[in-house]
C-alpha cells in the first residue's frame, strides 16, 4: 500500500501522523519505507536524528539522477537510509528539494515518483508519503504516486474549508492522472474531547459523508518531546495514550 498522509494546511500533523504509522507498521514487523517530500526535511530529521549537512539526500540525489536523462536516468534509484528502528526505511529530503523543483517541473517528471514507489512495492509492505505543506510538483507527484491518502484535520473552520478544497482537487486529480486513489479517511489530530465544536464539526463532516476515521489523536506535549528525541511514540512512550492511539489508528487502515 502506497499512503500519501497529506493536506496543504501547514502544521496539521501530516509529519507527526505519517511518521508514526509508519513506527508502528514496521513494529509490528511489516518492511516499511518513509519517503520524505518536504524540504524543511522534518520527517528525515524525526527518524535519523541527524539534522544539516548529516541528512540523507535521498529524494534530492533521485531526482538528480533522473534529470540527467540518458541510461542513467532510466535507471534511477535514491539511496535508501537504515533508521534505527526496524524494518522501517527512509528516502530522506533535503533543502536542495525546493531548488529541483522548477527543472523538475520544467521536464515534466511529475510520474516519476509514482514509476519509482511501484518498484519499491516489491521490497516494501508499506510505503508512506510525506509531502510539502502546498499543492506544488511533489505534493502531486505524491497523489499521483499513492494508492491511498490519509488528511489530517484539526477541526477549525479554516481547515474545513481547505478541506473540501482538498477534496475537490483529488477529485479532479483521480480524472487526470490516478483513478486508483482512494481517500481512505480524515484523521483528527490535537481533538479536544470536552470542546462542543469539535465534535459538532465531525458530526457534520460525517453527515456529509466524509470518512472521518472512528480514532481521534489527542493533543499531548509527548509528541513534542518525541521529535525532540528522535524517536516515534510507539518506541518514545509505548504506553502512552497517545501511542495507544496511534495503535488503534493504525488498526483502522484497511491493511492495518
Ligand atoms: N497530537 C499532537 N499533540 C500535540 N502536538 C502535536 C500533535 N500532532 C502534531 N503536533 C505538533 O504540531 C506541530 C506540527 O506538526 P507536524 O510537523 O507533524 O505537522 P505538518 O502538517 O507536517 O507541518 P508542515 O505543514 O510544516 O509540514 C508540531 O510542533 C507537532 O509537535
Ligand atoms: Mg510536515
Redesign the pocket.
Known amino acids: 500500500m502506497r499512503r500519501v498522509v497529506f ?1 496543504q ?9 505519517a511518521c508514526n504509522l509508519a513506527a508502528v507498521s514496521a513494529a509490528q514487523g511489516y518492511r516499511t519505507l518513509l519517503v520524505d517530500l ?1 524540504a ?1 526535511a ?1 520527517a528525515s530529521q524525526y527518524l535519523t536524528g541527524f539534522c544539516g549537512e548529516e541528512l540523507p539526500t535521498g529524494m534530492a540525489d533521485y531526482f538528480k539522477q533522473v534529470l540527467s536523462g540518458g541510461p542513467a536516468g532510466k535507471k534511477a534509484r535514491p539511496p535508501i537510509t537504515e533508521t534505527p528502528f526496524e524494518n522501517l526505511h527512509l528516502i530522506g529530503a533535503t533543502a536542495e528539494l525546493a531548488d529541483l523543483q522548477p527543472k523538475l517541473e520544467a521536464k515534466h517528471k511529475i510520474t516519476k515518483l509514482r514509476k519509482l514507489l511501484i518498484t519499491l512495492s516489491e521490497e516494501y509492505e508499506r510505503i508512506y508519503i ?1 509531502p ?2 502546498a499543492l506544488n510538483f511533489f505534493t502531486l507527484s505524491a497523489l499521483i504516486a499513492a494508492d491511498r491518502c490519509l488528511i ?1 484535520f484539526d477541526c477549525d473552520s479554516f481547515s474545513r474549508q481547505a478541506l473540501y478544497g482538498l477534496l475537490d482537487e483529488i477529485e479532479e486529480l483521480k480524472e487526470d492522472h490516478n483513478d486508483a486513489l482512494v481517500v481512505e479517511g480524515i484523521i483528527v ?2 481533538f479536544q474531547p470536552r470542546a462542543a465544536l469539535p465534535q459538532q464539526m465531525i458530526d457534520e463532516l460525517r453527515a456529509e459523508g466524509l470518512p472521518v476515521l472512528p480514532v481521534h ?5 509527548r ?2 518531546e518525541s ?1 525532540q528525541a528522535c524517536m516515534p511514540l510507539i518506541h518514545f512512550d509505548p504506553r502512552h495514550k ?1 501511542s495507544q492511539q496511534y495503535v488503534e489508528l493504525h488498526s483502522c487502515l484497511e491493511d492495518g
Do not use: A, E
Not at 9 to 17: A, F, R
Not at 217 to 221: A, F, Y
Open positions: 493536506n494546511k501547514g502544521g496539521v500533523g501530516k509529519t507527526s501522523i518536504d524543511q522534518n510525506d510539502p505543506p489530517p489530530n490535537q489523536l489527542m493533543s499531548s506535549v509528541m513534542r521529535h497517545l
